[in-house]
């Protein structure tokens, strides 16, 4: 194979223009006529060198390969030093600039570039040699020679200035990244902000991946933020590249500034909060009443009665349970009065049912608690139960869980039952269910002090509340009254904890974060804040897990706010409440 006339006169004008002085390092040379040796020995190219126009195009993983450099390849992206190649549309870009040179994609995905941008990607020389020959010659990374990069094709629809990289040469249909910053120069930990207006051409719609991006840098220099687009075809454009300058006085530590700007629902990096100084919580003698809590067996595999108690008053009840029965049941909760004329009247309620994800049914059964109302007063029949909560049908797996808090005028016995589908709630079936045992991985029984108020005095310094441990917040105390046996509620599940909260320092603002510290945790918990009252999912999606990334709960400039809280079934406890001091008005 012989290469034309603009071969050789390429071979001329870098013969005339090469160093020379003479180099030991080995050098892969390309003969006039098509020869590839390395070092003096013959070499035989899967892909062979092409020449287009006047350009001697090199197979791009092969010739790095031979001069000892590695080569990444990651679906259609192909990196060889400062060279990427992305062969799924055929662009190039070398030091993360878009380079409009030729460039050759073999049907079976391999590159061929221009030897002069191959030569530079790798740090290393494009050399004539006397006969007409080219020469690649790998220079060592310390001997690396100082060299310009080929100068990319610029468009005229490219940002001005140095801060920005051309889009290069755009083939058509393909969609262009674009962004611009709304200054060209950031203190360290000064909020960016960043204006996207990438397009395509056809109205496509666009998949975006940044690299690089960050809301805010806070360590100065430069810093390279890139954007690639990828429209519904599967076409990606070439990369879009902005160079972020940072320089001046901080204005922001990671933490003030993710204190300021992370928005309720979402998490932020704190590794130091589990070392905080923890708050001592002054416990408030305000009115309270018992919990009826049924959690065991918390997975009965027959029909049978959970947990029964007789009641009258204020009282709580919390039942969480899921089916094992080999068929559909379902979870009841029943009222018998103890005398005539008794009453009910249902304060507030909040229940869950039908699914196999346990953390789902707490979450759920406390959001809809918080935010639930309650029913009118009703009397109890005489003649037999009335149901207050009954779950849908329940597969085999699935559970359902319920809180209520009740007003019982009179005495009635509460119980919560299991019954498999298509039994009838009937006396007689009542009368032949079994009290089943309790398991003994959970709790059942009757506990005072449904509701635990609480005050914490902030200062100057972050500090934390920890609910749920079982230490620092006492367990509940109380008893099984199907058995007698003494019980001690771990977790305080279904206790609602009023915690108000206040701060001491003038003018400091206050933001709230909740921090899982036991696992996997959802729930959710209400704020009031003067005539602002707000439900806050936790997490806003999906499960906190990492105690590393406090989530924001509430941001305020309030001297006193109240929070209200109850842990959920199917998470695991304990949680912490930590609260950042933060001088002026928070960030919203």
């Known amino acids: ?40 020995r013959p070499v035989q190219l899967r892909t062979p060198p092409q020449v287009v126009g006047d350009a001697l195009l090199l197979p791009l993983r092969e010739t790095a390969a031979l001069l000892g450099r590695s080569v990444q390849v990651n679906g259609s992206l192909i990196q060889a030093g400062r060279l990427v190649v992305q062969t799924s549309n055929r662009s190039m870009t070398i030091d993360g600039v878009p380079y409009a040179g030729a460039l050759v994609v073999t049907p079976s995905g391999d590159p061929l570039v221009e030897a002069r941008l191959l030569a530079y990607a790798l740090d290393g020389q494009l050399v004539a040699r006397p006969g007409g020959g080219l020469a690649v010659i790998a220079v060592p990374k310390d001997q690396a020679p100082v060299a310009s990069p080929p100068a990319p094709a610029r468009s005229p629809l490219s940002s001005p200035g140095p801060a920005a990289s051309a889009p290069g040469r755009v083939m058509a249909g393909l969609p262009e990244a674009r962004f611009a910053t709304n200054k060209p120069v950031y203190a360290p930990g000064e909020r960016i902000t960043y204006t996207d207006f990438s397009f395509d051409p056809d109205g496509l719609n666009l998949a975006r991946k940044w690299d690089g991006l960050q809301e805010a840098f806070f360590t100065p220099g430069e810093h390279r933020v890139s954007l690639t687009v990828t429209n519904s075809k599967g076409q990606a454009s070439a990369p879009f590249t902005r160079l972020i300058k940072v320089q001046g006085a901080p204005v922001n530590t990671p933490l003030s500034y993710a204190l300021r700007h992370t928005p309720v629902g979402s998490t932020f990096q704190d590794t130091r909060n589990p070392a905080y100084p923890a708050l001592t919580p002054v416990t408030q003698s305000l009115p309270s009443f018992p919990l009826l809590f049924s959690d065991s067996p918390e997975t009965p595999s027959q029909s049978g009665v959970l947990y029964q108690d007789r009641a009258s008053g204020r009282v709580r009840v919390v039942a969480y349970h899921i089916n094992r029965l080999p068929r559909p049941a379902r979870l009841y909760v029943l009222a018998r009065p103890r005398s005539d004329a008794v009453s009910v009247e249902v304060l507030r309620a909040g229940s869950a049912g039908g699914t196999r994800t346990e953390s789902v049914l707490g979450q759920v059964s406390v959001l809809d608690f918080l935010t639930g109302s309650g029913s009118p007063r009703q009397q109890l029949s005489t003649s037999g139960v009335t149901a207050l909560y009954t779950s849908p049908p329940l597969s085999s797996g699935q559970g359902a869980t319920a809180l209520m808090d009740l007003q019982i005028g009179g005495e009635a016995d509460i119980s919560v039952i299991m019954l498999e589908e298509g039994r009838p709630l009937t006396e007689e079936t009542l009368r032949a269910l079994p009290v089943l045992p309790p398991d003994a991985q959970h709790q059942r029984g009757t506990f005072p002090g449904a509701v635990r108020s609480l005050t914490v005095r902030l200062g100057a310094s972050p500090a934390r509340l920890t609910l749920g441990d079982s230490v620092s917040d006492t367990a509940l105390i109380g008893v099984d009254a199907t058995t007698g046996a003494a019980q001690r509620l771990s977790g305080n599940y279904g206790v609602q904890y009023d915690i108000t909260v206040e701060n001491t320092v003038p003018g400091n603002s206050t933001v709230a974060t909740f921090v899982p510290r036991g696992g996997a945790y959802r729930g959710g918990l209400s704020v009031e804040d003067g005539q602002d009252r707000q439900i806050i999912r936790i997490p806003g999606s999906g499960v906190l897990t990492n105690g590393d990334h406090p989530m924001v709960l509430w941001k305020t400039s309030s001297r006193s706010f109240r929070l209200s809280f109850v842990p959920p079934g199917g998470s695991f406890l304990p949680v912490s409440l930590v609260f950042y001091p933060q001088p002026g008005e928070p960030g919203r």
């Open 1 to 40: 194979m012989s290469f034309p006339r603009s071969f050789r006169a390429l071979s001329l004008a870098l013969m005339l223009a090469a160093s020379a002085s003479a180099t030991t390092s080995p050098e892969l040379l390309i003969s006039p006529t098509g020869e590839v040796t390395l070092a003096g």
